[in-house]
């Protein structure tokens, strides 16, 4: 299984990313997807998850109203559209993939990809 994460990159405060994981390896459509971040000198935080058929998401609240998960069955791939960006969400962001139903925690799900970092500027 491999999860590739891509899309980050450096952004000024009050801008937008469309963070993407392309997943291969497994039946991408049997699998809840998840999005977690981890600043430095922090534990790796849950942002936001979405269910194998894309019908229910829950977001962490800090990101709540600025940040939409998402997922193309067909691509075998989920994306995290962030707007409003903070210096606080500045962060190593990772993807991750557990079967079946969504999680908000790290030890909820099997694989991961390698992350991809998102820096946003004050």
């Known amino acids: 299984v491999q999860l590739q994460a891509s899309g980050g990159g450096l952004v000024q405060t009050g801008g937008s990313l469309r963070l993407s994981c392309a997943a291969s390896?497994?039946?991408?459509?049997?699998?809840?997807m998840g999005w977690f971040r981890q600043a430095p000198g922090k534990e790796r935080e849950f942002v936001a998850t979405?269910?194998?058929?894309?019908?229910?998401?829950y977001y962490a609240d800090s990101v709540k109203g600025r940040f939409t998960i998402s997922r193309d069955n067909a691509k075998n791939t989920s994306y995290l559209q962030m707007n409003s960006l903070k210096p606080e969400d500045t962060a190593v962001y990772y993807c991750?993939?557990?079967?079946?139903?969504?999680?908000?925690?790290?030890?909820?799900?099997?694989?991961w990809g390698q992350g991809t970092q998102v820096t946003v500027s004050s």
């Open positions: 390896g497994l039946t991408f459509s049997n699998y809840a």
């Open positions: 991750a993939a557990r079967p079946s139903y969504t999680g908000t925690t790290v030890a909820q799900y099997d694989y």
């Open positions: 979405i269910s194998w058929s894309g019908s229910i998401t």
